[in-house]
Every structure is written in structure tokens, then in C-alpha cells.
């Protein structure tokens, strides 16, 4: 994979080691003497070998022997697509050799450009080891590059290609790092356009989708869909994106966070070009599960783009959203079984099961209280976070700063209360030791309740609180 700038150090000079690959290329081609590569550079090697050997580098035309070397490399890599038919064991070498020349070149670009076309195709002679061959010499002419190189880009691209295109796992997983660490960086050092930089995530959204990782797939297409300006969000190619991305969003199960898409101009546009799709947005991101049940009646989700087995998962996920927007939204922070199961169109026996996993997808934690049958909130998240939520937050910032300046009082007042009258409160000693200990007049001890039957409902209570709720999320 891309790592550190590396210098490849071969001995020997430009026209013998061209001359030297050049009948290498010829064997593995089975040109016939005279006819092939060696046939075509050979006046340009002697020309630039009268050069080289006359000794005086200084009075040389450094044009002249830039001129001749360009022109030898042309004919080379022209040839050069035959390598895909070296040997294996020599695969490597041939290709190292080529690349160290052409970095002596003036049109070094043009000439990468052409050999990662060539490691694009197969490894004719290593049928298992070719897409690890052809990954290996990208890599070599990419850390060979300056890391300000615009051809980084593209030959990053073809290491993309070819892992996936090979379906190399083993790539991939060594390609993942170095996206999570360099990508942005590169990006910047390339000073790639929006479009090139779109092209560029999506290509890695279609290797991690092909890989299987879906979530490092729908992050990279969001990203992509992220760099079309406002004006291009009605095109066709932002319409095509916009429609994979929401595809990913809504049919993967850890995607729960809908504001990226909702505040997407690209996304949008579908509002107009794809009605239903956008409605079923919609849902997932403010409505529920009653609503999705209603938009299954009128829509058919293989029509959307929907693959047979995202049934399911869809109706798995509106329900856990759906509770998550409950218990986000009641007021008293606790929302009974009853109203799980309503909501959610399960049965009550099953309510448990839904809240357990709704906390394990992280949409919200608190405790299930089986004796009270209710889910007592912590904390529960928000599917998109807008104007709405803001206000909600606002709501409950006020009820706490009024709980708090009530506190604030009375501790005011008790403060102003000692001042005034001293420790004693000027109340008598005695009366206030008869309160502190439980007496009333008469000599009773105060019992909760009153008589018996209050002594009896205490031992109740007691037991009750014994059955505390059951903490199934949070701290």
C-alpha cells in the first residue's frame, strides 16, 4: 500500500539499461532479431552512448540527452504491455527498472499514466499472484512520486481498480488504513478539483461496497455527494449519487443519523425526480412506523431500488427509530410497555426484547422497570437534529434553570432566615426535640399513615422497593 517517498537505486547507465530492458521485453515478446524494441531505440542508444562516453557531462546539450532519453522511454513503454507476460520471478524487476528510467524523464506523467493502464489489465503469467504483482508496482511508482504529484491521484486510482476488480480482501484491509490517515491530507496536497475529488470517494465507496463494508461505502459516497455545489444538485450525475446514497442510508442498520442527507441539496432535488423515495426519507427521519406501514401499501421498494432481502431490515429499523423519537419526546422521561407496543405494532411480550435492542444500536439508554412496565429515559437520540430539536432543548433548558432559581430561593431565604434569628431558628429546644425524634402532643410517636393498617402499608412499600428497576443501558 501507498506509504513513505522511495528512491529506487539501479546501477548502470540510461542507454545500457535501456538497452538491457529493451531485450528483456523482446524475449518475452519473441521478436525476431533485429525487429523488435532493440531494432527501434537502437540509434537513439548509440547516439546518447557517444554522449555518455565522451566524459564531458558539463559541455553536453543537456537538451539533446534530455531529447534522446524521452524518446528511447516512448518507444519502451509503448512496448511495455508485454512485461504483463514476464515471468513471475521477474515480474518485479522488469517493472522497477522501468520506472526508475522513467523517472529521469521529462514527460514522467505521460509515461506512468501508460503503465498503470498496463497493471490494469491481468497478470497473464501469474494467474493467483497477478493482482498482488500489479498492486505492488503501483505502489512502487506512487512512493516514488513527489507527494505533491497530481499523477499520485491517478495512480491511487488504479490501485484502487485493481483490488477492486481482483477482490483482493487482503488489499483492502492494508488499503484502509491509509485512507482513514492520508486520504484528506492527499486530497489537499493534490489540490484536486470538486470533481476529481468526487471521483475519487466514490471510487473508494465502490471498493469498500464490494468488499462487503457497507458502512465505509456509505461513508465515502456521502462524502462524494458532499462536493456537488447547489447549482448541479438537479444534474444527472448528482441525481445518480444521491439516489445510492440514500439507498445506503435507509437500508443500512448502523445509519441512524439522517441529517447529512436531509440538509443535502442533491438529496433535495429527488423531492421532484423521485417523489416516493424522498417520502420514504421522510419517514425514516421524522415518522413511524404507522407511516411506513401506510407507504407500503402504495409503494413497491424493489420499484425504488431496494434489494428483496431490505425488507426486513427497513422494518426492523422504523421500529427502533420510532421508539427512539417516543422516548426522546415524552416529557415525564418514561414511556410505559403499553405505549411501546402500541406504537410499535408488537406484542407486549416482545416490548423487552425492542428496547434491549434499540440499546444496543445506541439510540438510547435507561433502565426497564418490570414493576412499573416502563422504560425509565437517560438519554435517547435524535434522527435529525433541526430547528425543532433546538426548541425541544430549549424547553427543557428553561424548566431546569426555573427548577433551579426555585432552589436558589429557598436557599436564600434559609440563608437570610440563619442571619436574622442565629442558629436556634427561635424555635423552643424541647419542642424541636420532640419533632426531631417523632413525638406529638400527647406523648405518641407519629407513625406513615396512622394506626396499624399505616404500620402494615409501610412494611409494604418496603417490600415493593425491593424490586428496583432494571438498569439495560447507560451509567
Avoid at 484536486?192 to 456509505?218: H, I, M, P, T, W
Avoid at 424493489?302 to 434489494?307: C, P, T, V
Avoid at 434559609?414 to 406529638?440: A, I, S
Amino acid at each position: 500500500m501507498p506509504g513513505p517517498s522511495n528512491t529506487l537505486l539501479i546501477e548502470g547507465s540510461f542507454s545500457e539499461l535501456s538497452e538491457e530492458l529493451a531485450q528483456f521485453i523482446d524475449g518475452v515478446a519473441k521478436a525476431e532479431e533485429g525487429a523488435g524494441l532493440r531494432g527501434d531505440i537502437k540509434s537513439s542508444i548509440e547516439e546518447l552512448q557517444q554522449i555518455e562516453q565522451a566524459g564531458d557531462a558539463q559541455s553536453a546539450d543537456q537538451t539533446k540527452v534530455q531529447q534522446l532519453k524521452d524518446d528511447i522511454l516512448k518507444k519502451v513503454v509503448t512496448k511495455a504491455a508485454d512485461l504483463n507476460k514476464a515471468p513471475e520471478k521477474e515480474f518485479t524487476a522488469a517493472y522497477n527498472l522501468l520506472i526508475s528510467l522513467c523517472t529521469q524523464s521529462s514527460i514522467r506523467d505521460q509515461l506512468f499514466a501508460r503503465l498503470c493502464s498496463y497493471l490494469e489489465q491481468p497478470i497473464t503469467s501469474a494467474i493467483t499472484h497477478g493482482s498482488s504483482l500489479a498492486i505492488a508496482t503501483l505502489t512502487t511508482i506512487f512512493n516514488v512520486l513527489p507527494p505533491t504529484s497530481e499523477t499520485r491521484y491517478h495512480v491511487f486510482l488504479a490501485i484502487v481498480k485493481v483490488i477492486r476488480a481482483k477482490s483482493s480482501q487482503q488489499a483492502f484491509d492494508a488499503l484502509i488504513p491509509q485512507l482513514e490517515a492520508n486520504i484528506s491530507s492527499w486530497a489537499s496536497d493534490w489540490q484536486l478539483d470538486e470533481e476529481d475529488l468526487r471521483a475519487l470517494y466514490v471510487a473508494v465507496a465502490d471498493v469498500a461496497n464490494a468488499s462487503g463494508d457497507q458502512d465505509l461505502g456509505y461513508k465515502y459516497n456521502l462524502r462524494a455527494m458532499e462536493t456537488i455545489a447547489p447549482s448541479a444538485a438537479s444534474n444527472q450525475e448528482a441525481h445518480d449519487l444521491a439516489r445510492k446514497v440514500l439507498v445506503q442510508a435507509l437500508s443500512n442498520p448502523t445509519v441512524t443519523d439522517f441529517t447529512p442527507l436531509t440538509t443535502s441539496d442533491a438529496i433535495q432535488a429527488l423531492s421532484k425526480s423521485d417523489s416516493a423515495l424522498f417520502e420514504l426519507l421522510e419517514i425514516f427521519s421524522s415518522d413511524d412506523y404507522s407511516a411506513y406501514t401506510d407507504f407500503l401499501e402504495t409503494n413497491d421498494l424493489s420499484s425504488l431500488g431496494f434489494s428483496g432481502s431490505s425488507g426486513d431490515v427497513l422494518a426492523k429499523k422504523i421500529r427502533l427509530l420510532t421508539f427512539a423519537s417516543i422516548a426522546a419526546s415524552t416529557p415525564s422521561r418514561s414511556v410505559s410497555y403499553s405505549t411501546i407496543a402500541s406504537e410499535l405494532h408488537i406484542p407486549a411480550e416482545d416490548v423487552e426484547m425492542w428496547v434491549i435492542d434499540t440499546i444496543r444500536a445506541g439510540l438510547v439508554e435507561g433502565k426497564l422497570s418490570q414493576l412499573r412496565q416502563e422504560f425509565l429515559v437517560q438519554r435517547a437520540t435524535y434522527r435529525v437534529f433541526g430547528e425543532r430539536q433546538w426548541a425541544e432543548i430549549q424547553g427543557r433548558l428553561n424548566v431546569w434553570r426555573r427548577s433551579l432559581e426555585s432552589v436558589l430561593q429557598a436557599v436564600r431565604a434559609e440563608r437570610e432566615r440563619f442571619l436574622r434569628e442565629g442558629p436556634g431558628g427561635g424555635y423552643d429546644d424541647n419542642q424541636g426535640y420532640q419533632q426531631r425524634n417523632g413525638y406529638q402532643d400527647g406523648g405518641e410517636r407519629r407513625r406513615g399513615g396512622g394506626g396499624g393498617r399505616g404500620g402494615f402499608r409501610n412494611n409494604q412499600d418496603r417490600g415493593q422497593r425491593q424490586q428496583e428497576p432494571v438498569d439495560v443501558g447507560g451509567d
